[in-house]
C-alpha cells in the first residue's frame, strides 16, 4: 500500500521560505508524476506545481517564480521550494504522486502566511 507523508508545513512569515517534502512509502515501481496541490480558504483545490516524469515542470501563474518543484527518484520524494510567501499563499498543500492507473495523495500540511 502506497502511502504519501508530508512534511514542511506551519506557520510562516510573509516573504518566508520554507519548503516541503513529501516522501512515498510501499512502491516497487515508478511514478509517471509528481506535484502539489493546495485548497485556499473557501476556495476548490487546484494545482500549484507538477513534475513529470522525464523533469518537465508545470506552475500555477500566481506561483511562476517564486515556487520551485523538484525531486529525489531514488528517494520517491517530491519538494516545494517556497520562496517570497504572501498571506494568499496560505492553505492547505497536498503532495500527489501519480502512476498509470493510480493517483494517491498525502493527507495535506496547512501553511499559514503571517503578514
Known amino acids: 500500500q502506497v502511502q504519501l507523508v508530508e512534511s514542511g508545513g506551519g506557520l510562516v512569515q510573509a516573504g518566508g521560505s520554507p519548503r516541503l517534502s513529501c516522501a512515498a512509502s510501499?512502491?516497487?515501481?515508478?511514478?509517471?508524476?509528481m506535484g502539489w496541490y493546495r485548497q485556499r480558504p473557501g476556495k476548490q483545490r487546484e494545482s500549484v506545481a507538477t513534475i513529470a516524469i522525464g523533469g518537465s515542470t508545470n506552475y500555477i501563474d500566481s506561483v511562476k517564480g517564486r515556487f520551485t518543484i523538484s525531486r529525489d527518484t531514488a528517494k520517491n520524494t517530491v519538494y516545494l521550494h517556497m520562496n517570497g510567501l504572501k498571506p494568499e499563499d496560505t492553505a492547505v498543500y497536498y503532495c500527489?504522486?501519480?502512476?498509470?492507473?493510480?493517483?494517491?495523495w498525502g493527507q495535506g500540511t496547512q501553511v499559514t502566511v503571517s503578514s
Open positions: 500527489m504522486m501519480r502512476k498509470v492507473f493510480q493517483t494517491y
Open positions: 510501499g512502491s516497487s515501481s515508478s511514478f509517471i508524476a
